[in-house]
């Protein structure tokens, strides 16, 4: 039996690094609103993860968070399981050093022979790096701090000017040492290639996420459609045989870089890129390793599990929000209709929901 723990806040806990990081309460709101979104790719006999109860006598063999930190195995600890169906601690900081966005660089680094790459990324420790880089690329430029994700922890060149700049670099410098640099690119399309990491086996693809996001690259939702049609999307912009060999490479690769320290889903996201030179497109194979659970995945297994081989088309898995009482219940607290399907409960208090929709 497996306990799934729903815990998105995990990049938060990875940048913080201590046992006992408390997130911040938007993001405990949402980790508690969603608490049962892990029942739609779980098996039947698996448990959901409840903070009140205490797990020492049940027949836990093995733990599913969403992510892997100090924190989630402190948080598994707690609630009573044991040490021995859980990461050590030495392994829990591999996978940290693992899921800082250096890493994703290495991958670049490694795919510059299947695919022509645009410029590489480079991580900055100081301000004045900051400044020099900002001016050798006034069509703008982003900057990423080493933990984060959907969106979080970043700062455009041309959002931000140089006094906040140097305020927020100060602060990010301090706390964990560096950022990473790249160019901003004229982004068409955003997807993922999507893998599972198994000890023994190594890293296999698993399928493919087309997601989207808004204009500060903040999650917005996945389309709900099988690896072939997502795959006939992305070859209209790229040779087949390149999507190809970044899987085959990106398999062996992280094959070697992780199976040893991390096991379960894990996302690459990349982009097609217009390409300033020509009238023609790029891929970009790796804007950022997600070495667990992502919303790709769960809309992937969401697909193949519940809407592969039915009618339904044209679905869009999202998170909906809102800060005033009582708007989601009102809006989706009702039966699940033909055209939207509610994955988590609804109710007066509810701030976050996961919810699939149909056009």
């Given at each position: ?94 996978i940290r050093m ?89 982004r068409l399309i ?121 009618t339904k088309e ?46």
């Amino acid at each position: 039996m497996r306990l799934h723990l729903f815990n998105p806040e995990n990049d938060l806990a990875l940048a913080n690094g201590d046992p006992n990081f408390v997130a911040p309460a938007s993001a405990r709101k949402l980790a508690e609103d969603l608490a049962l979104l892990p029942q739609w790719w779980s098996d039947e006999a698996d448990r959901m993860f409840v903070e009140s109860q205490v797990w020492k006598n049940e027949p836990i063999d093995a733990c599913a968070p969403w992510g892997w930190s100090a924190a989630s195995r402190q948080r598994f600890l707690k609630a009573g399981i044991d040490s021995s169906v859980l990461p050590a601690e030495a392994r829990i900081a591999h996978i940290r050093m693992l899921s800082h966005r250096r890493t994703g660089i290495f991958l670049l680094r490694q795919l510059q022979q299947e695919v022509a790459l645009p410029e590489l990324p480079v991580e900055i420790t100081s301000v004045e790096e900051i400044e020099a880089y900002v001016a050798a690329h006034p069509a703008g430029a982003v900057f990423k701090t080493p933990w984060s994700s959907s969106g979080k922890g970043l700062c455009w060149s041309n959002r931000m000017n140089a006094f906040n700049r140097a305020h927020w670099f100060s602060s990010v410098f301090r706390k964990m040492g560096s950022v990473i640099a790249e160019p901003v690119y004229d982004r068409l399309i955003d997807f993922a290639m999507l893998f599972s990491s198994e000890s023994g086996i190594g890293v296999r693809f698993v399928g493919y996420s087309l997601f989207q996001t808004d204009e500060q690259g903040v999650y917005v939702g996945n389309k709900l459609l099988s690896n072939e049609d997502i795959r006939m999307e992305l070859i209209r912009y790229v040779e087949p045989e390149v999507l190809d060999r970044v899987i085959k490479r990106l398999e062996s690769i992280l094959s070697d870089l992780i199976s040893d320290a991390y096991e379960g889903f894990l996302g690459v996201d990349m982009m097609i890129v217009r390409n300033p030179q020509s009238e023609g497109y790029g891929l970009h194979p790796c804007v950022e390793l997600n070495l667990r659970m992502t919303m790709g995945m769960v809309a992937r297994l969401f697909y193949d599990k519940h809407l592969e081989g039915t009618t339904k088309e044209n679905g869009v898995f999202r998170i909906v929000h809102s800060s005033v009482k009582g708007e989601l219940y009102e809006r989706f607290g009702i039966p699940n209709g033909q055209d939207q399907l509610l994955l988590t409960p609804v109710n007066l208090d509810t701030q976050y929901a996961a919810i699939v929709t149909f056009e």
